[in-house]
């Protein structure tokens, strides 16, 4: 094996079932989701541009949660 050789596992595919139950105002909300999803054409993207002014107002995901 090439010293640079790294080897890299992808997920192809996956099955997600979800239940989550929020308190919203004093009422309890339960949430069910059931995702499946396939993932293709792996590493065939050369390049993702993302425009400057959206990164220089991009946030971290925490920045917004539990902000009233």
Same mark, same amino acid.
């Given at each position: 094996?090439?010293?640079n050789?790294? /080897?890299?596992?992808? &997920? *192809?595919?996956?099955?997600? +079932?979800? #239940?989550m139950?929020?308190?919203?105002q004093?009422?309890?909300v339960t949430v069910?989701?059931?995702? /499946?999803?396939?993932? &293709? *054409?792996?590493?065939?993207? +050369?390049? #993702?541009?993302?425009?400057?002014e ?15």
């Amino acid at each position: 094996m090439h010293s640079n050789y790294k /080897k890299i596992f992808f &997920t *192809k595919d996956f099955d997600m +079932d979800m #239940i989550m139950t929020m308190d919203e105002q004093g009422k309890k909300v339960t949430v069910t989701q059931r995702i /499946k999803g396939i993932v &293709t *054409k792996i590493n065939e993207i +050369d390049e #993702i541009k993302v425009l400057k002014e959206i990164m220089d107002s991009a946030q971290e995901m925490d920045q917004g949660i539990n902000q009233q």
